[in-house]
T-cell receptor, first 116, second 112 residues
Framework: DADVTQTPRNRITKTGKRIMLECSQTKGHDRMYWYRQDPGLGLRLIYYSFDVKDINKGEISDGYSVSRQAQAKFSLSLESAIPNQTALYFC???????????????FGPGTRLTVL | RKEVEQDPGPFNVPEGATVAFNCTYSNSASQSFFWYRQDCRKEPKLLMSVYSSGNEDGRFTAQLNRASQYISLLIRDSKLSDSATYLCVVQRLTGGGNKLTFGTGTQLKVEL
């Protein structure tokens, strides 16, 4: 079974609709992240959470909100979807940097969202 | 200027060839460096970290040049299965914690 799962895997919706993307992990990691990936722009951080009570904005948080329901669950909401939010969304987890080893990201399989 | 820049490619190489990718970063405070691999329509996965002294993992060699602020990835004896997009990732410490910046990726196509 995958360590990081995302639902749904694909979603087509209309402008103005509220959408929730869900992420669950069995890795036991405290840190969770939401990214979006667009052609030519790479992965960009939307929100991140270092534990259940900690939520932080990333570089492109406008138009999005998140909820960390438990250590293992981190959901991303688009309150009123717009076409330029069409993208591939990834959830990721990490254990946190230690000893200069870096903060390796473990990604879920992604959610392909299309906003018409 | 982007914080992390990569040649998007594609690099089309025959099986067995040696291919090298470079990545430049703009922030001299960057501390840690990585290469991730992303297959088409799949999630990125860590390929290897990049250490100051350079490091090797089988057919893959990563180098870091802090003075010139670039990272390289060398793949020897390319296999068809190496076809993927390779993402350069740079990490630095900010007031909000560690910040990872992903490059847009270099696409590699290994052909028969």
């Amino acid at each position: 079974d995958a360590d990081v799962t995302q639902t749904p895997r694909n979603r087509i919706t209309k402008t103005g609709k509220r959408i929730m993307l869900e992420c669950s992990q069995t890795k036991g990691h405290d840190r969770m992240y939401w990214y979006r990936q667009d052609p030519g722009l790479g992965l960009r951080l939307i929100y991140y959470s270092f534990d259940v009570k900690d939520i932080n904005k990333g570089e492109i948080s406008d138009g999005y909100s998140v909820s960390r329901q438990a250590q293992a669950k981190f959901s991303l909401s688009l309150e009123s979807a717009i076409p330029n939010q069409t993208a591939l969304y990834f959830c990721a987890t990490s254990v946190g940097a230690s000893g200069g080893l870096g903060d390796t990201q473990y990604f879920g399989p992604g959610t392909r969202l299309t906003v018409l | 200027r982007k914080e992390v820049e990569q040649d998007p490619g594609p690099f089309n190489v025959p099986e067995g060839a040696t291919v090298a990718f470079n990545c430049t970063y703009s922030n001299s405070a960057s501390q840690s460096f990585f290469w991730y691999r992303q297959d088409c329509r799949k999630e990125p996965k860590l390929l290897m970290s990049v250490y100051s002294s350079g490091n090797e993992d089988g057919r893959f060699t990563a180098q870091l040049n802090r003075a010139s602020q670039y990272i390289s990835l060398l793949i020897r004896d390319s296999k068809l299965s190496d076809s993927a997009t390779y993402l350069c990732v740079v990490q630095r410490l900010t007031g909000g914690g560690n910040k990872l910046t992903f490059g847009t990726g270099t696409q590699l196509k290994v052909e028969l």
